[in-house]
């Protein structure tokens, strides 16, 4: 028996529902953004070796990553604290593009450029595809999420605007499990992220 398959080379957005469609939830975008994001934040936690902490309620801090190493001179244990946000309204970044903007509250970028500090903070923002279904493909041999997340520590950046300020976050600034590795060896010698 012959079933009928969407044309594959066919957009997403454009393949024609039926029997065979997938079916997304009506979840709204910006909670199933979130819940990509925390996806994202466990994988690359797991492999850097850290554990996380959810506080609650968070008071505008979303996750605590401690990460053990014999290296760490300040403690055998470090921890940061983590504030993910989520957007589609940017492309994926290209190497040519040094930062990218993103806007926050006054009173959250407030807390985030707090200085001095006892434990430090990142801002980590992920850039995904406007349409859902372009987030994720899955084989044998990977899992590949898109686009991407980026990492910034805004201690001490000057709050500008009325009521939002616009954060530049930089390209170079991969957030994955090097990354991660590399800010808690930086924290872990006493310095900052």
Known sequence: MALAQPDPAAPPDHRAP?????????????????????G???????????????????????????????????????TIKVQLKCTYQLGPR???DATFGFTLDNDHLAKLAR????????LVVMIVPRAR???????????????????????GHPVTGRRRTTVRIPTSRVFDDRALCEIMTRVGAGGRP
């Open 18 to 38: 039926g029997p065979l469609a997938a079916l997304r939830g009506a979840l709204a975008t910006t909670a199933c953004m979130e819940t990509l994001q925390i």
């Open 40 to 78: 994202y934040l466990h994988a690359v936690a797991a492999a850097a070796g850290c554990s996380l902490a959810q506080p609650f309620p968070d008071n505008g801090i979303d996750w605590h990553l401690s990460h053990s190493a014999p290296g760490h001179t300040t403690d055998d244990e470090v």
């Open 94 to 96: 290209h190497p040519a």
């Open 115 to 122: 200085t001095p500090v006892s434990v430090h903070k990142i």
């Open 133 to 155: 279904e372009d987030w994720l493909r899955a084989g044998h041999d990977r899992l590949e999420l898109r686009h991407c997340c980026y990492w910034t520590n805004l201690a």
